[in-house]
């Protein structure tokens, strides 16, 4: 098959893997089952609407929106719907809250629009709704009646933040997390617990379950409601926890080395763990350095079962039926596109693609990963996407992208990358790298970047695509830097501190001046920063020196900038101003706003007029070292 390829030189190979066809790609942000057991109900983006979509099993899908988008307003979004009887209550854009049968009929609203909103939660008898609201100011857990006959009214208010309220199967409690400043949600939170009563209920009593000093989070209710299971930080891992409402009574069901059940909640509503109908076991994806697993783990004696996924090796958003041991879940591969998944048991089944025409997995690069050294001695992590192309090979060495998440806590993974397969492709190696402070490797390994954010990133990333060069597997003249959000803002840093090492950066809405005050204008992350660089006024300086903008003046190499008009985390201005200043030294730059985009693009022809755009900047700037 190798001999067959025509050779010609890499980053120029025709693909079939267009700009258009990862734009129109599907996402997929939840899934979960109907109370009756007999359909799912999931969330599908389709440009730059959440849809909802009920697929009964065996029958047809449906789509149950029209103009509106299903999508969380609290933190990053997360958290758009949920399912009770006959009904899905959900979110729309964020702002206002909705109710619509399954069955037939339009939607309803049950709160007015005022305010962000996510991840409601309704009462086992249906009439109550629970959620997550803010004005940007306060932060608290509302109610309000499923009929909309009454205003909503606030039931617990008191914390800086609310997450993931679960109403008890009886109703007679409810369940949610909490924390406050200074703290982020991967810090240190609160599990709490409410005794409530009346009509409309009311909180008659609550204490803390878990947490205080720790993280903890996911707070779920057996089927029978005496058991609240939690997932708490142990030090370096995890660990998979039960409280016992009769006796009050605390216990580890799981924990051990390299157990990672959670996710730094960036979003509402993420689902790493899910109860069996019978209460006898709890699935879990576990998540250790990018790859999941899936695990079944017994309430008496504690056994766990391990389950195949393969071909997948990332799962989440899971769900179990509420009337079998069936299993719902997102899974992907890096060969393989999102997909809606159901286990029966025994075999897994594809409900629904992310692709409407799939691709032979030939036009998908299969990562191996690298390990390497860091200046100081740490051992560093990452993902190495040789080139892949079934009809084209090259001579030598590729050109190499290294891609620099962002977050920055946040984690390279084995699911279905977003711009990877269309560079390697055409030719490209890709390298992921999970600097220090990335998820998924521990707990130190996650902290370490605490205080020297735009220091140890940069290291990092240079020394992996340095490693990489080292090893023969990528082209020293023809190195490039991809990062979106806090990863631009490593592309940046790097640019400045090692002018020439690379050909080009590509930076997707970066953070340029942390001293921008629209940049900490968001509640949510008014306070990051002070975990990761240092407490104003007194770091000040070290602000100053990690701003890419007050250091401009070294970059030499092009730089491509692509940032949308309504981004609300990092302010355009930041990038319009960071293009203007090397604009004027003579740096090549592309600057490209997209309207009505906001952080993090989703509208189908800017998605394509990205990748395109960025494939024309490296054959103008990349090749001019052949």
Not at 96 to 114: D, H, I, T, Y
Not at 238 to 249: F, N, Q, V
Not at 309 to 315: E, M, R, Y
Not at 529 to 546: F, I, K, S, T, W
């Amino acid at each position: 098959m190798e001999k067959s390829k025509q050779i010609d030189r890499f980053g120029t190979w025709p693909s079939q893997i267009s700009a258009e066809w990862l734009g129109q790609r599907l996402r997929f942000e939840d899934v979960q089952w109907t109370p009756d057991g007999q359909a799912l109900v999931w969330v599908e983006g389709r440009s730059g609407q959440g849809m909802l979509v009920q697929q009964p099993l065996g029958g047809i899908k449906q789509d149950l929106l029209e103009e509106q988008s299903a999508r969380g307003g609290v933190l990053y979004g997360g958290g758009e719907f949920t399912l009770d009887r006959e009904w899905v209550t959900y979110v729309d854009r964020g702002r206002q809250l909705f109710r619509r049968s399954l069955l037939e009929g339009v939607p309803q609203p049950l709160a007015p629009l005022f305010g962000s909103l996510a991840a409601p939660a309704v009462s086992p008898d249906g009439k109550w709704v629970v959620y997550v609201y803010s004005d940007g100011q306060q932060d608290l857990l509302a109610l309000v009646d499923a009929a909309a006959e009454q205003w909503p009214r606030k039931l617990v208010q008191g914390a800086d933040f609310y997450m993931q309220p679960a109403w008890s199967p009886d109703g007679g409690a409810l369940a949610w997390v909490e924390w406050d400043h200074p703290n982020m949600p991967w810090d240190a939170t609160r599990i709490m617990l409410a005794r409530l009563a009346g009509e409309p209920p009311e909180v008659m009593e609550k204490f803390q379950v878990a947490g205080g000093e720790e993280n903890v989070t996911q707070p779920c209710f057996s089927p029978d409601g005496r058991w609240l299971s939690t997932i708490a930080s142990r030090g370096e891992w995890e660990a998979l926890m039960l409280y016992d409402r009769i006796s009050g009574e605390k216990r580890v069901l799981l924990e051990g080395d390299r157990l990672l059940l959670s996710t730094p909640a960036w979003v509402q509503g993420v689902r790493t763990i899910a109860w069996s109908c019978s209460g006898e076991r709890i699935f879990a994806i576990q998540n250790y350095a990018g790859r999941a697993s899936l695990l079944a783990i017994e309430i008496n004696g504690g056994k766990v079962r391990s389950i195949d996924i393969a071909p997948c090796t990332w799962l989440k958003q899971i769900s179990a039926s509420p009337v079998s041991d069936e299993l719902a879940v997102i899974a992907s591969s890096p060969q393989i596109p999102e997909r809606i998944m159901r286990w029966d048991g025994q075999r897994w089944h594809i409900v629904a693609r992310a692709d409407a025409q799939p691709l032979p997995a030939s036009h998908f690069s299969m990562p191996e990963e690298v390990c390497w050294q860091s200046l100081d001695g740490s051992e560093l992590h990452g993902f190495y996407f040789p080139p892949a192309n079934p009809l084209y090979k090259g001579q030598g060495t590729p050109p190499m992208i290294v891609n620099i998440h962002g977050g920055p806590t946040h984690q390279i993974r084995l699911d279905f990358p977003r711009e990877a397969p269309y560079f390697t492709s055409r030719g490209y190696a890709w390298l992921e790298v999970s600097y220090r402070g990335s998820i998924g490797l521990g707990r130190s390994y996650q902290d370490a970047l605490n205080g020297r954010w735009g220091e140890l990133d940069v290291e990092d990333v240079v020394s992996g695509a340095m490693e990489m060069v080292r090893r023969g597997l990528a082209d020293s003249s023809r190195l490039v830097l991809f990062g979106g959000s806090a990863g631009g803002f490593t592309v940046l840093n790097a640019l400045i501190r090692y002018p020439g090492r690379f050909r080009a950066g590509i930076c997707l809405y970066p953070v340029t001046d942390l001293l921008d005050p629209g940049l900490v204008a968001d509640k949510f992350e008014s306070h990051f920063m002070d975990r990761a660089v240092g407490l104003l006024p007194q770091a000040e300086e070290r602000y100053r020196q990690r701003s890419p903008l007050y250091h401009s003046d070294q970059i030499k190499d092009p730089v491509a900038l692509f940032h949308g008009s309504l981004d609300t985390a990092v302010p355009v201005g930041q990038s319009r101003q960071i293009a203007a200043t090397l604009r004027a030294q003579g740096v090549p730059v592309l600057f490209q706003i997209y309207e009505g985009e906001g952080h993090g693009f989703r509208q189908a022809e800017n998605l394509a007029n990205c990748y395109q755009q960025i494939e024309r900047f490296l054959q103008e700037h990349l090749n001019r070292a052949e």
